[in-house]
């Protein structure tokens, strides 16, 4: 009898450590990342290629193009 009321003891005292340990709290959340920005897209007059507005290059008459080659191409 002695033994089982300490092997009582023994369990309840387990039981208790184990339900208030603390639960480790969760990593935080990591920012999502960010979406890339859209970009308004230009076809080249020489061979229609669409580039984005920011990396076209611009002709003396306006048109845009997808590289200073095609440009030096088209205005001869």
Known sequence: MKYML???IVFIGLWLWRGNR???????AKAAPQQPQLQDMVGCAVCELHVPRADASVGRTGDLYC???HRRRAEG
């Open 67 to 69: 590289s200073p080659d």
């Open 6 to 8: 300490v092997l009582a």
């Open 22 to 28: 603390r639960v480790p709290a969760p990593p935080a």
